[in-house]
């Protein structure tokens, strides 16, 4: 559910990026040749660009697709290899974790004290914050759900399991 849940905010968050660059360059034309602008193109796009990214992180993670710089790790022993993917998805699931925690406190203190933009639009901050905050609990969900799968299976065969990663085709596949 949890993969599903990940794919369509991926694919939300792609639709974001795409509407936001169109948006974008109808107002940069607009501003250039007929002399009109949205005066919004600055905020829109930074809301896009935040939210589209952190809505697509659990997906990443799920189909691999964080950069990782694996410089010395094919080259440690197996066993090693897996304790520090543990350790990784463990790491990452803390500081999104932490991320998201905070996340949600601001959004709930911006909903509280009618915080807004200061901007054209005059935003209630809370909107983009809780989509930020929606995406960083997303990913540590999935970090909890791999580190748990992973430690579930371990127990079951009696050694340190590999942690699975699922690729793109499985997780698109329910769709």
Known sequence: MLDRVATAMAYLAGATLLLASFYITFDVLGRRFVGVSSGATDEFG?????VGGAWALAFALTTGSHVRI???????PRRLQS???YAAIVAM???????AFYMWKLTIESFATDARAMSFLRTPLFLPQGCLALGFAL?????AVIF??????????GRLAELAVLQVDD???GL
Request: aromatic share 8%; charged share 10%.
């Open 46 to 50: 930074g809301y896009a660009l935040a």
């Open 70 to 76: 694996d410089v010395l790790l094919p080259h440690l």
């Open 83 to 85: 304790l520090l993917n």
């Open 93 to 99: 699931g803390f500081f999104a974790s932490v991320l």
């Open 139 to 143: 990913l540590a969900a999935h970090a």
């Open 148 to 157: 748990l799968v992973g430690v579930v299976q371990s127990l079951r065969l």
């Open 171 to 173: 997780v698109t596949e």
